[in-house]
């Protein structure tokens, strides 16, 4: 009677146990991009572990025409940009970057785990993502659109498994349009004690002809307090007449 | 050294453009991508506010030697933070001397590049203002 106990209490609390030794419980803290970004971007510190720096995006494997019209805007603001006339962006209009682009973590970010809740703090834009821990997963047709989506997750072992839809459809990461079919899965997990991956994968059935995946990686940045960033302080420098970022002098 | 060649050596164009990295908030492409100046001046306004920050100062120009009133472009505060600068570490009518790339339009406004202190202390404008390529 006595092992039987014993081996209902083990089965019973080996999951447990196992997000215990791997991810779960390990995430609260501040997080850096990896590849390092450069001076003012983060600590400047490498890891201690030297880690393979994950491959670039891959181009969106978008259906046509959006492919040849993603090209096509692709080309154009480069050729902007190489004028010296950068064409009018979201993020020049202080809009936030929403999901996934949140996620790349241009500035630093703080990552908290409550009961049922992990919630992440992006730095820039002064960002705010909430993923519910164990809810069901919301119908696309359901979630209200927002900017950063609406998350829910689940523990996979060691993988902690984050579901998003919901996102606005004006939220176009790298120019990619899509529709509120979209769907964002995203698989965090701890290489090593310091180093977080994410293995994003982005599926929408009328706007993509495949999954689009990469990975993005995040550096533990301990004792880093994130700071506030309140775009909206200071828009003098944006001429909104001739839809060029462009100083106003004086 | 004559004033001619002063002057000559205050102006440099640098034909290799640094890697850009990832910025948060918009392009600097409106900027010389690769001349840089230094100017040498009075702080008249700082302006410690995101998404940038914004400095103003009364500074000769290089090609005519005519005073003008220059807005200089800076990096967010958290950036700058991060590169060890502090919210309230200049005010009006402290001198420095700054490198910068100014506006491809000839308008008295700039990128900051590095910033010089009357104490010699130097701060760049985070790697996303690219490299100072001129003395």
């Known amino acids: 009677m006595k092992s039987t106990a014993l081996i209902v209490t083990v089965v019973l609390i080996a999951p447990l146990f196992a997000q215990s030794q791997s991810t779960a419980g390990r995430l609260t803290g501040s997080w850096e991009a990896y590849p390092l970004r450069g001076e003012g971007f983060g600590s400047g510190v490498p890891p201690k572990v030297r880690v393979p720096a994950p491959p670039p995006i891959p181009e969106p494997p978008l259906r046509q025409p959006h492919l040849d019209e993603w090209r096509a805007l692709q080309a154009k603001n480069a050729e902007l940009v190489r004028k010296g006339l950068p064409p009018p962006s979201t993020g020049m209009a202080c809009m936030p970057e929403g999901m996934p682009g949140m996620m790349q973590a241009t500035f630093p970010m703080e990552i908290l785990e409550t009961a049922g809740q992990i919630t992440i703090i992006e730095e820039a834009f002064n960002q705010v993502r909430r993923i519910y821990l164990g809810a069901p997963a919301l119908a696309p047709e359901d979630a209200e659109p927002r900017f950063a989506g609406q998350s829910t997750a689940r523990w996979e072992g060691a993988v902690l498994v984050v579901t998003t839809v919901g996102v606005k459809d004006s939220v176009h990461f790298r120019n990619t349009p899509h529709s509120m079919k979209m769907r964002i899965t995203e698989r965090m997990r701890l290489i090593n004690a310091e180093m977080l991956e994410n293995q994003v994968t982005v599926e929408d059935p009328e706007y993509l002809t495949k999954p689009w995946t990469w990975t993005w990686m995040y550096k533990r940045w301990p004792g880093y307090k994130i700071q506030e960033y309140v775009c909206e302080d200071n828009r003098y420098f944006e001429d909104p007449t001739l839809r060029y970022q462009r100083l106003r002098v004086q | ?135």
């Open chain 2, 1 to 135: 050294m004559n004033r001619g060649l002063s002057r000559l050596a205050l102006i440099a164009i640098v034909t290799v453009a640094s890697a850009v990295p990832a910025r948060a908030h918009h392009s600097f492409a409106v900027y010389e991508p690769t001349l840089q100046i230094k100017l040498s001046g009075v702080v008249t306004t700082f302006k410690w506010t995101n998404p940038h920050v914004y400095l103003e100062i009364d500074a000769p120009d290089p090609k005519t030697g005519d005073t003008r009133h220059w807005l200089l472009e800076c990096a967010s505060t958290s950036i700058l933070n991060r590169a060890g600068w502090k919210f309230n570490m200049l005010k009006p009518g402290d001198k420095i001397t700054v490198i910068v790339s100014p506006l491809r339009t000839g308008e008295p406004a700039a990128l900051l590049k590095q910033m010089t202190l009357s104490d010699g202390s130097r701060y760049s404008n985070g790697a996303a203002a690219g490299k100072v390529t001129i003395e």
